[in-house]
T-cell receptor, first 112, second 112 residues
Framework: NAGVTQTPKFQVLKTGQSMTLQCAQD?????MSWYRQDPGMGLRLIHY???????DQGEVPNGYNVSRSTTEDFPLRLLSAAPSQTSVYFC???????????FGPGTRLTVT | RKEVEQDPGPFNVPEGATVAFNCTYS??????FFWYRQDCRKEPKLLMS???SGNEDGRFTAQLNRASQYISLLIRDSKLSDSATYLC?????????????FGSGTKLNVKP
């Protein structure tokens, strides 16, 4: 099993550009989440999904969209990148109720 | 008030020392509690779950105090390899048991 994979590993965007961060898992986990991590702030939940077709907002959803058309994939879309979105983005999946989260390696995004 | 609060440290300890971290949480309905370890520029990885009765895994002991709403992590006989950031994670029912909040992390430096 590859576990949770994320692409790209690094990305530089200009203000106003859009892009999609990809996340996939091959463990058949129902629950997936996106977090951003900024220095001194810990991980903050952006959006999460409890299954295909079901998503909900986390703490910091503004400027991001998600969809979940399959169990395996949970892409995160930045609609119009802003410098405040410079961060490290982690995707995670969870096999069951309130359980351990498995994280991808992260995407380091810089918006100039 | 933040959902989960931790002392950011750093805690600088010599090898062989015992060190303890605390973490407080705000949602009295929280059901799942975890400690994750994060190495520099890497994804978080589960260190241990925290059970109501407390639990131990080798040199690591985790405790939960529901009345005071805090969890703790005790590391005995610290090793150089224990140097990392330790993240406290709590779930957020009743809206969704797989919606997790992270503390900002406590940095541990173990010195020779």
């Amino acid at each position: 099993n590859a576990g949770v994979t994320q692409t790209p590993k690094f990305q530089v965007l200009k203000t106003g550009q859009s892009m999609t961060l990809q996340c996939a898992q091959d463990m058949n986990h129902e629950y997936m989440s996106w977090y951003r991590q900024d220095p001194g702030m810990g991980l903050r939940l952006i959006h999460y999904s409890v299954g295909a077709g079901i998503t909900d907002q986390g703490e910091v959803p503004n400027g991001y969209n998600v969809s979940r058309s399959t169990t395996e994939d949970f892409p995160l879309r930045l609609l119009s990148a802003a410098p405040s979105q410079t961060s490290v983005y982690f995707c995670a999946s969870t096999p069951g109720w309130g359980g351990e989260q498995y994280f991808g390696p992260g995407t380091r995004l810089t918006v100039t | 008030r933040k959902e989960v609060e931790q002392d950011p440290g750093p805690f600088n300890v010599p090898e062989g020392a015992t060190v303890a971290f605390n973490c407080t949480y705000s949602n009295s309905a929280s059901q799942s509690f975890f400690w994750y370890r994060q190495d520099c520029r890497k994804e978080p990885k589960l260190l241990m779950s925290v059970y109501s009765s407390g639990n131990e895994d080798g040199r690591f002991t985790a405790q939960l105090n529901r009345a005071s709403q805090y969890i703790s992590l005790l590391i005995r006989d610290s090793k150089l390899s224990d140097s990392a950031t330790y993240l406290c994670v709590v779930n957020n029912p009743p809206n969704n048991f797989n919606k997790f909040y992270f503390g900002s992390g406590t940095k541990l430096n173990v010195k020779p």
